[in-house]
């Protein structure tokens, strides 16, 4: 587990995973992410750019480290919700006789 962001910044897509090779995409040319354009000299500004953009503000250290303390609890956390039906994303019920009460 490691922390991974991204930036969209007009045709250009860059994808940082801490520790891992960045990965630069222009969107418009390649929407589907084939070619990366990472690490090349003709794209070297924009990389440096959003890389910028990407980890400043972040201590990206800690975040992993925090990232791997709380593994126990988010797995607790994940077993108690399977065993209990309960799912982080909210659903409406649209069932009217679970949305009225009936006098």
């Known amino acids: 587990m490691r922390p ?3 930036v969209r910044r007009g045709p250009w897509k860059y994808l940082y995973i801490h520790r891992s090779p960045p990965r630069l995409f222009h969107m418009e040319r390649d929407p ?22 990407v980890t400043s503000g972040f201590d ?10 709380r593994l126990p609890q988010k797995q607790l956390v994940n077993r108690a919700m399977s065993l209990s039906g309960t799912s982080w994303d909210y659903r409406v019920d649209t069932d009217p006789a679970k949305q009225y009460v009936r006098s």
């Open 32 to 53: 589907g992410e084939w070619d990366n354009l990472a690490g090349r000299p003709e794209t070297a500004p924009i990389e440096r750019e959003l890389h910028e953009v």
């Open 60 to 69: 990206l250290d800690f975040i992993e480290r925090d990232l791997w303390a």
């Open 4 to 6: 991974c962001f991204m």
